[in-house]
């Protein structure tokens, strides 16, 4: 029922920025927290930032200070802005949906293609 399509990975140099996008269908977007999320090779898919109906916002402690997470609700998109990249945040981006944030990544059913964030060394 729910869509999700991530956007805006890409490959750079440490100390780089990226934005990602989400867009999703299927759901009353202003009524949903949303979350990014991801996965690097031979680790578990982890929270990254998450966004309430509200406005609220939360962050990983590996992120803190260098992402932001917001929320555009005309457009029914999700952002990540990404600052100060490192080698270890590479991983596939993904997003999901929820009514409240939810921090376990296998609580939820589904995904989308996730976008690939690389961080040359």
């Known amino acids: 029922q729910v869509q999700l399509v991530e956007s805006g990975g890409g490959l750079v140099q440490p100390g780089g920025s990226l934005k990602l996008s989400c867009a999703a269908s299927?759901?009353?977007?202003?009524?949903?927290?949303m979350g990014w999320y991801r996965q690097a090779p031979g680790n578990q898919r982890e929270l990254v930032a998450a966004i309430t109906s509200g406005g609220r916002t939360n962050y990983a402690d590996a992120v803190k200070g260098r992402f932001t997470i917001s929320r555009d609700n005309v457009k029914n998109t999700a952002y990540l802005q990404m600052n100060s990249l490192k080698p270890e945040d590479t991983a596939v981006y993904y997003c999901?949906?929820?009514?409240?944030?939810?921090?376990?990544?296998?609580?939820?059913?589904?995904w989308g293609q996730g976008t690939q964030v690389t961080v040359s060394s």
């Open positions: 299927g759901i009353l977007f202003s009524s949903y927290a």
């Open positions: 999901n949906a929820a009514p409240k944030i939810i921090t376990r990544a296998t609580s939820f059913d589904s």
